[in-house]
């Protein structure tokens, strides 16, 4: 059959054409679809293998990959993991229509793990390690995924699974326990269960006490009393707890670890100093209960929490989140691993709230909690946190900060799933975004009126400065000039101490008829002027010069030069007489400014 072309729809009442098979052939042909390649991490007891393949490869060839990675047979490997259950191996990886990340578990039921393993199993590390427990439950054909730490034991095991399919301990009949688990108080490390994954079957033990012998029906009775504290509520109200419904139990999801009885650890201790190291004790008893995957737990105290979320930038500002735990609530442990762990709510989580935690276990706890809540919300919410009983925790209170205080938008009991928490967080968030822009508005608007002051304020510091620049620059500008003047004045007043001196020291002019012979001299200025001078032929040329000078015409500054032929007279040697410099009987000079 040939492929089929898409064509675009018509608005012509014609019929479209029929597409050309030969075309289409040649497109695809020519443009070759890319495969589409996926990724398997695949965990096995110790051993983790990642397989990427494309999606037209089949379940049988993962299991050849793992079969050379491995060194185990592929007919000896159960490749679990599969959301819709097991594959064959002809099953065609496209078929499934799988995301490009998988992550899948084998299984080796017809290898027992070796005495390396198991005594690595037993030691300090594989006690902390987390055990996937697939439980199948016969009657409802549903799988429950459970998660368990290496130190729990079988017996807690049991308890948990009572809770959830309420079927007490006494009743329960198991299938799929390895031989050496032969002691209820064997932890799941040294039991010989598989790691990471080990699938069980559990089933309501038909009542027939005629046949049971009197020993085991006296074990069945002491177990019952063990976990009749634990049952009671559960035992009492088993039509709602029937199917684990109403916890939204699905498949493949994980519940958690163990009820509150059998925690080493609370939460928090109650000798934690302050908030900060509260909240990091109870974070890291958190992780190792449920696991990696959990909400992200501000450290700090719930003051910090509240500045965190409420007191940024409006467009920053988160919702706030406060977890309180309660170990004895028969709540707890479904709550935390099955609502508070989904990967949904602790992407929403992460995204959109400010997460803080507190233990309520301890009195002394839950008395410091009540004081945070009356200082920071008032009574009211301390008065509602008070007054709930143990079986409504845990409670999950959503917080919005207003201008003036802070609201309490929703109270979320532990009696809830994860669509139920989801849509309240949701319809919480929705409240938030209409006043976060109402606030962002606000907000931009103050900041506008405030861009608006501060330009303002500018341009006045900045005309200031100019007005004070302006101001500086003029009075230095004037007292340049004073100085100037001065300097002017006392280089005058010292010019003229200097003529009047010069002339004083003048030689007195000689008469037209006096005996000795006279030079007389006539000087032009650069004025245009005439200095007219009878001198001794015999005086030297420094008179010559002090009378110039006299005049204000000093020689460091003019030059003294004859017309014809031209001579500077100033580069003569002052001690020549006029007749030495050939200035007689007379000569007309002139004065000429130096370059």
């Not at 709602?240 to 509150?260: K, P, Q, R, Y």
């Not at 849509?423 to 508005?441: N, P, V, Y």
């Amino acid at each position: 059959m040939p492929p089929s072309v898409s064509t675009s729809t018509s608005t012509s009442t014609s019929p479209p054409s029929p597409p050309c098979p030969v075309r289409a052939a040649r497109h695809a042909l020519e443009h070759p679809r890319q495969p589409r390649m996926l990724s398997f991490r695949v965990e096995y007891r110790q051993r983790s293998v990642e397989v990427v393949l494309d999606e037209a490869s089949t379940v049988g060839e993962i299991k050849q990959v793992l079969e050379t990675e491995l060194q185990i047979p592929a007919s000896k490997l159960q490749l679990k993991g599969w959301k819709t259950g097991d594959m064959s191996d002809s099953t065609v990886l496209s078929s499934l229509h799988l995301p490009k990340n998988n992550s899948l578990y084998v299984l080796t039921p017809d290898i027992a793990p070796s005495a390396s393993t198991s005594e690595a199993r037993t030691s300090e590390e594989a006690l902390s390690q987390n055990f996937v427990l697939v439980v199948n439950h016969q009657e409802t054909g549903r799988d429950y995924s459970l998660n368990f730490p290496g130190d729990r034991t079988i017996q807690e095991v049991k308890r948990n699974i009572s809770d959830v399919t309420n079927i007490p301990v006494r009743h329960q009949q198991w299938e799929g326990w390895p031989v050496t688990a032969t002691d209820d108080q064997m932890t799941l490390a040294s039991s010989g269960i598989s790691y990471p994954c080990h699938r069980l079957r559990v089933s309501r033990r038909s009542p027939t006490p005629t046949s049971a012998p009197v020993a085991q029906v006296a074990q069945a009775a002491q177990a019952e009393q063990q976990v009749s504290d634990i049952h009671m509520a559960s035992d009492s109200e088993g039509d709602d707890f029937e199917d684990a419904s109403e916890f939204g139990v699905d498949e493949a999801e994980i519940f958690g670890m163990g009820i509150s009885g059998s925690r080493k650890s609370p939460m928090i201790p109650d000798d934690a100093e302050n908030e900060d190291e509260a909240l990091l004790h109870f974070t890291s008893e958190f992780k190792s209960r449920y696991g990696d995957l959990h909400p992200v737990f501000f450290i700090g105290s719930l003051e910090s929490a509240l500045q965190d979320a409420f007191y940024g930038k409006a467009r920053d500002r988160k919702l706030l989140s406060i977890y309180l735990h309660h170990d004895e609530s028969v709540l707890a442990n479904v709550f935390c691993s099955q609502m508070l762990c989904a990967e949904s709510v602790v992407s929403y989580l992460s995204q959109n709230f400010v997460t803080w935690a507190w233990d309520v276990t301890k009195e002394a706890n839950k008395s410091r909690l009540l004081t945070m809540c009356t200082r920071h919300f008032g009574s009211m919410v301390t008065q509602a946190i008070r007054t709930q009983k143990t079986d409504n925790f845990p409670l999950f209170l959503i917080i919005m900060g207003k201008r003036a205080s802070n609201e309490v938008l929703n109270v979320i009991q532990g009696n809830t799933t994860v669509d139920e928490l989801m849509m309240r967080l949701m319809g919480a968030m929705e409240i938030f975004t209409a006043q976060q822009q109402e606030d962002i508005k606000d907000e931009a608007e103050r900041e506008a009126r405030e861009m608006v002051k501060r330009e303002q304020d500018e341009a006045y510091r900045l005309s200031l400065e100019a007005d004070r620049r302006k101001r500086e620059a003029q009075e230095k500008e004037e007292a340049e000039l004073s100085r100037l003047e001065q300097v002017r004045r006392e280089q005058e007043q010292e010019r003229e101490a200097i003529r009047m001196s010069l002339e004083q020291a003048l030689p007195p002019e000689p008469e037209e008829e006096d005996d000795q012979p006279i030079s007389k001299l006539r000087i032009r200025t650069p004025s245009g002027d005439f200095l007219e001078r009878r001198f001794l032929a015999s005086c030297r040329l420094q008179v010559l010069f002090d009378f110039v000078a006299s005049k204000g015409y000093p020689c460091d500054e003019f030059k003294v030069i004859t017309t014809y032929p031209r001579r500077n007279i100033t580069d003569l040697d002052p001690s020549w007489t006029l007749l030495d410099a050939k200035l007689f009987p007379q000569e007309t000079l002139f004065l000429e400014a130096k370059e």
